[in-house]
């Protein structure tokens, strides 16, 4: 009987060539994976042949499994497999609600570990060529979720919309209505903002707009998820 053991990986924003070497490590010497919907299914290769490899993804009106079956199979599976690794997309604690898994986990009396990952918070505005610090563009940026748990707009972003702070948005794009309608009741229609679309793969797609055209250029263009939002005076500096 193999010692039952969980390791949270990141797996980056979605390029390969992203995934840390210590995530290639756990995943190939992993008995099972159980995987989330924005991890790119090359990064399952690193795993053994006979592993397991199960689909726990949840994408916006579309969950696969609720966080406590989650958090139960992730138990269930070391103690009858071994070694478990839960691969999550970016960094697993940025809206990932990757420490409620391990905290779970630990109150099973289950060894854990977490390695992280690259957060496309940053990853995919800089492979935009978007920087979120500049001396013309804003000192200091916010990252906030477009969508709690419920399925609602983070409170955050109605102080967000008030300051000068460069915003990066993650899961947004189903909310961005009320996002645009934040920012224009502030008087901000003319403010800066960069969609990046499948943020480091071969079908990245980037557009850059103001808060009071974006709606027009979503329509147009027919910009789907996943996507990040950046808003502020960054997105429209000259890129690198």
Same mark, same amino acid.
């Given at each position: 009987?193999?010692?039952?053991?969980?390791?949270?990986?990141?797996?980056?924003?979605?390029?390969?060539?992203?995934?840390?070497?210590?995530?290639?490590?756990?995943?190939?010497?992993?008995?099972?994976?159980?995987?989330?919907?924005?991890?790119?299914?090359?990064?399952?290769?690193?795993?053994?042949?006979?592993?397991?490899?199960?689909?726990?993804?949840?994408?916006?009106?579309?969950?696969?499994?609720?966080?406590?079956?989650?958090?139960?199979?992730?138990?269930?599976?070391?103690?009858?497999?071994?070694?478990?690794?839960?691969?999550?997309?970016?960094?697993?604690?940025?809206?990932?609600?990757?420490?409620?898994?391990?905290?779970?986990?630990?109150?099973?009396?289950?060894?854990?570990?977490?390695?992280?990952?690259?957060?496309?918070?940053?990853?995919?505005?800089?492979?935009?060529?978007?920087?979120? &610090?500049?001396? %013309? !563009? @804003?000192? #200091?940026?916010?990252?906030?979720?477009? =969508? *709690?748990?419920?399925?609602? +707009?983070?409170?955050?972003?109605?102080?967000?919309?008030?300051?000068?702070?460069?915003?990066?948005?993650?899961?947004?794009?189903?909310?961005?209505?009320?996002?645009?309608?934040?920012?224009?009741?502030?008087?901000?229609?003319?403010?800066?903002?960069? &969609?990046?679309? %499948? !943020? @480091?793969? #071969?079908?990245?797609?980037?557009?850059? =707009? *103001?808060?009071?055209?974006? +709606?027009?250029?979503?329509?147009?263009?027919?910009?789907?998820?996943?996507?990040?939002?950046?808003?502020?005076?960054?997105?429209?500096?000259?890129?690198?």
């Amino acid at each position: 009987m193999k010692r039952p053991k969980i390791t949270l990986v990141g797996a980056g924003p979605g390029d390969p060539e992203l995934l840390s070497l210590a995530g290639v490590r756990a995943l190939e010497t992993a008995d099972v994976v159980l995987y989330d919907a924005l991890v790119n299914p090359a990064i399952l290769a690193y795993a053994k042949k006979n592993t397991k490899k199960i689909f726990v993804g949840k994408r916006a009106g579309c969950h696969s499994y609720v966080q406590d079956n989650i958090n139960k199979m992730l138990v269930d599976f070391a103690n009858s497999y071994g070694h478990v690794v839960r691969l999550k997309g970016g960094d697993p604690y940025i809206f990932g609600r990757g420490s409620e898994e391990l905290q779970f986990a630990k109150s099973k009396n289950i060894e854990t570990s977490v390695i992280p990952g690259v957060s496309s918070a940053i990853a995919v505005a800089e492979l935009a060529g978007i920087s979120l &610090i500049n001396k %013309n !563009g @804003s000192s #200091d940026f916010w990252v906030i979720t477009g =969508s *709690t748990k419920d399925g609602g +707009l983070s409170r955050d972003l109605y102080l967000a919309a008030k300051l000068d702070q460069t915003v990066v948005i993650l899961m947004g794009i189903q909310h961005i209505e009320k996002i645009v309608e934040l920012y224009k009741m502030e008087g901000r229609g003319s403010l800066p903002i960069a &969609i990046v679309q %499948n !943020g @480091s793969l #071969d079908n990245q797609r980037m557009f850059f =707009s *103001t808060i009071e055209t974006v +709606l027009h250029e979503i329509a147009d263009k027919q910009v789907l998820t996943p996507a990040i939002l950046v808003i502020g005076k960054s997105a429209a500096i000259e890129r690198c």
